[in-house]
């Protein structure tokens, strides 16, 4: 009896003192939060878990998780890029052809700048334009200010801006399931990576 | 057998008509067989067994990187980080042909990151950059072993020279498909030289020296890690008609080594860690970031000396180790009597140490006798001095003078212990004749070990006076300036 | 009634605490140019920093407390594995209690960037950049930059030639910097913002000719004065990092632009 009555009374404590702590809670300068409001059902390792906005080529603003639901390819890029980000579109593209028309139609690409300040919507759409990219299935997108390096961060892509405005960075594709999660990655350029495609089409079927 | 295939023929022009091991093309045996096995790893001394496998399979390393405080001489610390916890690193063994999944596990406790190149891996930085592992985190690579040889591996994330320096280096044997000659003993040795900041033997813990390193000026040059690591009780060891075959490599990170094992010639040297012989080899070379696989016979029973003939390193930097042989004598092949210690530089034997202690502990309560001081004496004596002045006190005529009868160490006893810790150049005349050599300033032993050596001399092959104390060899020390370059 | 002590402590540090981003804990940095071994571009190795404000000490153990408990999100068991490892503060003794092994005023370490990130958010400000970190470092006791000095070399090495298991010592353990900033080097790691801008080739042997394919634009840059073992041995640690990664001997410190810069 006594044990449980002990038991109540520090619960009761317990209550308290989180009551106190919630009372005592420092207001709050507008910060980005980062985290996903405790209780949501997405995996442990989604991305998805990383509350940012992107802004689109046509200037619509949505949170990363636009493509939730279906299997997105992702790379990070700028539009300004001489060589290897066009590869990278490039590839993009030769991996999708080597899907079925039925396969790509469920697929997503989801392309993020590292340049913000430059990509702005009417440059991403020139480079969308310039590739022939359709854009129901492919998004360009650039982030929020203060965003990036969170994002390059989940992606475990490394970038330096350069002095003369270019960049120094990494390039890899990354495939998401359906949840967010990162399921394979390639660093292949130029040629499409079977090991890649197959886990492509694994999700796609 | 290919490892020991088609030799240069001793043709008139020099030219070779050799066929060769096919090189890397011969690796590619196709995918891997059978199931996956799990490579013994050993460390130094030891050898894993030979491979015995007729097929090309998928071998799994699994090597951790441990950052640890150990003893790099008696009575001094250093923190070497290791593959496995030792230095060398563990010995990995592999078939040509073989598929090797390299799983690099970086401890948590480690400050550093890490990786790993293989000299026998084909692919950008030996696999460097595909194995760079933080604290507390693992890396997976894999690679064809596609050229048979004995390679060296170390890590090499920069600074890589610091890395190496601490001691992060080992050996990698890729046999060729037909395996090596079987053998009755093989054995580790690696060589690897460090560089800190406090003398040789100076003692306490001490960190590494980066200027020393760069001017690649060695503190200490060591086989297997530390001074003690193959004497004495950790001497390797083989029986009277043994065939022999050690693996050696260099680590350094800048010095090259001269390999040789006093009292036996190598039968074959797979120089360079290659798959050509060279045949009747004295001391070979060891390139830093090299290895070379020597093979011989022991014929006669003894502690065979293994240096680097780069002969200071060896007596004063600790490149010194040994094999001990047991066995019937073979007088027909060796009639001298053989003498252990006599190589030892400082060091003296474990079995003889009870006796110095005993003494040291006398001194300080003051109650040493001179006897027992001639005895600690002579033990050390015998493991230093005796291999210029002989265990016989005589010298060697017009090279080393005597201490036999010798006028001028009788003559003045500070003086003597001047010249024992701070050496002695130019010349001298003992007994009427003139010796212009160089004598070596012996201050890295202590008062103790002078005291006890002086009172030996002073009191042998004839001489006799009163003996020394540690407390004039201190007075002595603290007076006087050792030079450049040894210890305090 | 072990939840109840932590609880309490709690309760007291948020009772006792000053909120950290008073001026005095806060060191204000005079900008200047200065060679960082790390270029803006091949060769070109001058770089300029601007006034700003930085902690004088790396972040404790009391304060990232103070920080999980108002941010329940990021204490170990709620914190997705996304933004962390399995080790975030694995040296705590619960989620919201230190424990003895974990002293109040020790850095914390087992933090990833993420973590690191979202504590400097929490105090409206950010973690330095390499930069800022590289030139408040490169001071001794009394130069603002001693790294041509071999002391300030070897002392830096002596703390890389001791064992990292040994436990970590209270921030403040060692005398202030010419800048009155404590513990730059001897005690951590420490992030920074743009830990992963080092396009540092993992086999750091190859730098320079770097693989066009691999690093876009102008290529991997170089590092400079390669005699600078010292600083390139954090810069070796950080390549070696992700973002959500933690270690035992790895913390932070954050920043703030000073008044006089824009922003």
Request: proline share 5%; hydrophobic share 40%; with cysteine.
């Amino acid at each position: 009896m006594r044990d449980r009555a002990r038991t109540v009374v520090n619960n009761m404590k317990w209550i308290a003192g989180l009551a106190l702590i919630v009372a005592l809670n420092m207001p709050l300068v507008n910060i980005s939060t980062v985290q996903s409001p405790v209780g949501n059902s997405l995996p442990a390792n989604s991305v998805y878990h990383l509350q940012v906005s992107v802004e689109d080529q046509f200037g619509e603003i949505t949170g990363l998780d636009r493509y939730r639901g279906k299997p997105v390819l992702i790379t990070m890029f700028y539009a300004s890029c001489p060589h290897v980000c066009p590869m990278l579109i490039s590839t993009i593209k030769l991996t999708e052809s080597k899907l079925s028309a039925e396969e790509r139609a469920g697929l997503r690409v989801l392309t993020i700048s590292i340049d913000p300040e430059r990509d702005t919507p009417e440059k991403l759409r020139e480079t969308l334009e310039r590739h022939s990219i359709d854009a129901s299935r492919w998004s360009m997108v650039r982030s929020q200010p203060g965003d990036l390096r969170t994002i390059a961060g989940v992606f475990n892509v490394r970038y330096k801006q350069l002095p003369d405005g270019e960049f120094n960075h990494t390039t890899r594709i990354i495939l998401l399931d359906h949840e967010g999660t990162q399921v394979a990655s390639t660093e292949q350029l130029g040629r499409h990576d079977a090991a890649f495609l197959e886990a492509i089409k694994s999700r796609l079927n | 057998m290919l490892f020991a295939a088609c030799q240069p023929q001793p043709t008139g022009s020099g030219k070779a008509n050799q066929t060769d091991t096919g090189g890397s093309a011969a690796g590619d045996l196709g995918l891997p067989q059978g199931d996956p096995i799990l490579a013994v790893l050993t460390s130094a001394p030891d050898v894993p067994p030979p491979v015995r496998r007729d097929y090309a399979a998928k071998v799994i390393v699994d090597m951790e990187v441990r950052e640890l405080d150990m003893e790099i001489s008696e009575g001094v610390t250093y923190t070497f980080w290791t593959f496995g916890g030792t230095v060398p690193g563990s010995f990995i063994r592999v078939r040509q042909g073989d598929t090797v999944e390299f799983h690099l596990k970086n401890h948590p406790d480690s400050k550093m990151p890490h990786n790993i190149d293989l000299h026998a891996v084909t692919g950008p930085g030996g696999g460097a950059t595909s194995s760079f592992t933080a604290p507390g985190h693992e890396a997976v690579f894999s690679f064809k072993a596609l050229n048979q040889g004995l390679f060296v591996y170390h890590c090499a994330t920069a600074p890589v020279g610091m890395h190496v320096a601490n001691g992060m280096y080992g050996l990698i044997l890729v046999e060729p498909p037909q395996g090596l000659p079987p053998v009755d003993k093989e054995f580790y040795v690696m060589q690897g030289e460090f560089y800190t900041v406090g003398k040789y033997r100076e003692k306490g813990h001490q960190p590494f020296d980066m200027q020393k390193a760069i001017e690649e000026n060695a503190t200490y040059v060591l086989f297997n890690g530390s001074e003690g690591a193959m004497v004495g009780e950790n001497a390797i060891k083989a029986k009277v008609g043994d065939s022999v075959r050690l693996f050696v490599g260099n680590g350094g990170p800048n010095l090259v080594s001269s390999f040789h094992v006093i009292g036996e010639i190598f039968d074959k040297v797979f120089y360079e860690g290659g798959s050509r012989y060279q045949e009747n080899v004295q001391t070979t070379l060891v390139p830093a970031g090299g290895s070379a696989m020597t093979e011989f016979l022991v014929e006669v029973p003894g502690t065979l000396i293994i240096v680097d003939h780069s002969i200071f390193r060896a007596f004063n930097k600790g490149a010194l180790g040994m094999l001990k042989v047991d066995g019937d004598e073979n007088l027909l092949v060796y009639s001298g009597k053989e003498v252990d210690n006599v190589y030892l530089g400082d060091k003296v034997m474990a079995e003889d140490l009870s006796i110095i202690s005993d003494v040291t502990q006398a001194e300080i309560t003051g109650s040493a006798t001179k006897e027992q001081k001639v005895s600690a004496g002579r033990v050390l004596y015998n493991g230093t001095c005796s291999v210029c002045h002989q265990q016989n006190g005589e010298g060697l005529e017009g090279v080393f003078p005597p201490l036999a009868h010798s006028d001028y160490l009788a003559a003045d006893s500070r003086r003597a212990i001047e010249v024992v810790l701070n050496g002695l150049a130019g010349p001298v005349t003992v007994n009427g004749k003139t010796y212009n050599s160089v004598m070596p300033p012996m201050s890295q032993l202590n008062d103790d070990e002078i005291a006890n050596i002086l009172t030996f001399a002073l009191n042998s092959w004839g001489n006799e006076a009163d003996a020394v104390r540690s407390g004039d060899v201190a007075e002595v020390r603290a007076a006087t300036e050792r030079p450049e370059g040894a210890a305090h | 009634m072990r939840i109840f002590g932590g609880v309490f402590t709690a309760l007291a540090l948020l009772a006792g605490f000053a909120q950290h981003s008073e001026a005095g804990d806060f060191v204000h940095i005079p900008g200047g140019e200065f060679k960082s071994v790390i270029p803006e571009a091949e060769g070109d190795n001058l770089v300029a920093v601007a006034d700003f404000l930085v902690y004088e000490t790396p972040v404790t153990n009391a304060e990232f407390l103070r920080f999980v408990l108002h941010r329940p999100e990021w204490q170990r068991g709620k914190a997705v594995s996304l933004f962390i490892d399995d080790q975030y503060l694995s040296t705590w003794a619960g989620p919201i209690s230190l424990g003895p092994q974990s002293g109040p005023q020790q850095p914390v370490t087992q933090v990833s960037w993420f973590a690191a990130n979202a504590y400097c958010e929490w105090q409206s400000a950010r973690l330095p950049s390499w930069y800022e970190w590289e030139y408040i470092a490169a001071a001794n006791d009394n130069t603002a930059d001693a790294r041509a000095f071999p002391e300030w070399r070897q002392d830096i090495l002596s703390w890389y030639s001791q064992v990292g298991g040994d436990p970590i010592v209270d921030v403040r353990s060692s005398p202030a910097n010419y800048y009155q900033v404590f513990d730059t080097h001897g005690l951590i790691w420490e992030w920074v913002d743009d830990f992963n801008a080092f396009l540092v080739n993992g086999d750091n042997r190859e730098q320079g000719g770097a693989d066009q394919l691999q690093f876009c634009g102008a290529g991997a840059i170089t590092m400079e004065e390669k005699e600078n073992y010292a600083v390139l041995m954090r810069v070796a640690m950080l390549s070696a990092l992700e973002a959500r990664y933690t270690t035992r001997n790895l913390g932070f410190r954050c920043a703030r632009q000073g008044e006089n810069s824009s922003e």
